[in-house]
């Protein structure tokens, strides 16, 4: 009789070790995005930092290029504003969108590309790209697994208790799945 009466027991442990254990995976899932998310920031505050000094450099060759220097400054200032991964994303892509507009006009002034500061910056820039490239890579592969986690038995109980519900990756802007023209 008296084993009887320790079987409840001992479920009631294994079951309260295992909420344990798949809340701390839920947990640490979330954890997981949160961080690699700041390392998203990073990197896009880290080429964002970069702006300023690429444009002062450039300003004195193109002086008649006012309003691509304007959208860089403005676009980099969304990325500053940014409270969300949405909103981080979108300003993001703004930025992107304006440095290659400022990269283009820069293609005409042969002394600016020749400019060892200019060099440098864009070197930095390119630098700061990948950086980019490899956090938002990092970020959705936290996503996918925490997803994974939110998403799937028992992990999706706990979820929604906790208010977690899955997340959408970073994505690429729909015109970069357009195969750009070439014109020679």
Do not use: W
């Not at 798949?22 to 949160?34: H, T």
């Not at 290029?65 to 703004?94: I, N």
């Not at 990269?103 to 042969?110: C, F, H, I, K, S």
């Not at 592969?141 to 959408?168: C, D, H, K, Q």
């Amino acid at each position: 009789m008296k084993n009887l009466a320790i079987i409840p027991l001992v479920l009631a442990a294994i079951l309260v070790f295992c909420g344990i254990g798949l809340y701390n995976s839920v947990k640490s899932a979330k954890i997981e995005v949160d961080s690699q998310y700041g390392q998203v920031e990073n990197q896009i505050q880290r080429r964002a930092d970069l702006i300023p000094n690429l444009v002062n450099t450039v300003k004195g060759y193109m002086q008649y290029e006012e309003k691509v220097l304007t959208e860089v400054t403005a676009a980099r200032a969304k990325v500053a504003r940014a409270t969300s991964p949405e909103d981080m994303a979108a300003a993001d892509q703004e930025l992107t969108g304006a440095l290659g507009r400022l990269l283009a006009v820069a293609e005409n002034y042969p002394t600016l590309k020749a400019d060892a500061h200019f060099t440098e910056l864009m070197r930095e820039i390119a630098g700061s790209e990948n950086r980019i490239a490899v956090a938002r890579r990092d970020y959705n592969n936290a996503i996918r697994e925490y997803n994974l986690t939110v998403s799937t038995f028992p992990g999706n109980i706990l979820a929604g208790v906790m208010g977690y519900s899955p997340l959408a990756p970073f994505a690429a802007d729909e015109a970069a799945h357009n195969v750009p023209q070439v014109a020679f």
